[in-house]
């Protein structure tokens, strides 16, 4: 392992999980439910939505995200926890991207579920519509791709939160080292 760099293993996984995100997060906004005006045999208007695939790329971005941040928080112990961090430029941004990717992470999870929730509901709802000019309510363009921007912020503030993280806590481990290497001053005999 690197001077202060931080486990490759650790960096690959975070990107893996953050870009499948993105890819069903991208994924989910173009498999929107759209809905058609019906009128049944009863002269009755309604809205039939298609398919509800939108929704599981939805969930699936929000869980392959939820696993990137759990894991990077796991290894890093929520930065509460475990090493101290030495006191420097490398803790001060190691707190700026941990605090920056927490509020990018909420955001772009808030998306994500938002999204696969409101397309499930118009998925699986039957509306009669007594309007003469209506339209079918569908999710609005853009919902996942704002969680899918906010999945790639995450990622990146991820990947600096712990490279700052793991260069702070080598250069404590190195300060702790250097206090504790001292020259015994036992007397002769």
């Given at each position: 392992?690197?001077?202060?760099?931080?486990?490759?293993?650790?960096?690959?996984?975070?990107?893996?999980l953050?870009?499948?995100?993105?890819?069903?997060?991208?994924?989910?906004?173009?498999?929107?439910?759209?809905?058609?005006?019906?009128?049944?045999?009863?002269?009755?208007?309604?809205?039939?939505?298609?398919?509800?695939?939108?929704?599981?790329?939805?969930?699936?971005?929000?869980?392959?995200?939820?696993?990137?941040?759990?894991?990077?928080?796991?290894?890093?112990k929520?930065?509460?926890?475990?090493?101290?961090?030495?006191?420097?430029?490398?803790?001060?941004?190691s707190?700026?991207?941990?605090?920056?990717?927490?509020?990018t992470f909420?955001i772009?999870?808030?998306?994500?579920?938002?999204?696969?929730?409101?397309?499930?509901?118009?998925?699986?709802?039957?509306?009669?519509?007594?309007?003469?000019?209506?339209?079918c309510e569908?999710?609005?363009k853009?919902?996942?791709?704002?969680?899918?921007?906010?999945?790639?912020?995450?990622?990146?503030?991820n990947?600096?939160?712990?490279?700052?993280?793991?260069?702070?806590?080598?250069q404590?481990?190195?300060?702790?080292?250097?206090?504790?290497?001292?020259?015994?001053?036992?007397?002769?005999?």
């Amino acid at each position: 392992m690197g001077e202060g760099k931080g486990s490759t293993l650790v960096h690959i996984l975070v990107v893996a999980l953050s870009l499948t995100a993105f890819g069903f997060a991208i994924a989910a906004e173009r498999r929107r439910s759209t809905g058609t005006i019906i009128t049944d045999k009863f002269n009755a208007t309604y809205c039939v939505y298609d398919s509800d695939v939108a929704t599981g790329y939805g969930v699936g971005a929000f869980l392959f995200l939820f696993s990137s941040q759990a894991i990077l928080m796991g290894v890093t112990k929520c930065m509460c926890f475990g090493k101290p961090l030495a006191p420097g430029g490398s803790r001060a941004w190691s707190i700026i991207y941990f605090s920056s990717s927490w509020l990018t992470f909420l955001i772009a999870e808030a998306c994500l579920l938002a999204g696969a929730t409101k397309n499930a509901y118009h998925t699986k709802y039957r509306h009669v519509i007594y309007a003469s000019n209506w339209t079918c309510e569908s999710l609005r363009k853009g919902v996942f791709i704002a969680g899918a921007v906010f999945v790639v912020f995450t990622m990146i503030l991820n990947v600096y939160y712990y490279m700052y993280f793991s260069k702070a806590t080598s250069q404590a481990a190195r300060k702790t080292n250097r206090a504790s290497s001292t020259v015994g001053m036992a007397g002769y005999t």
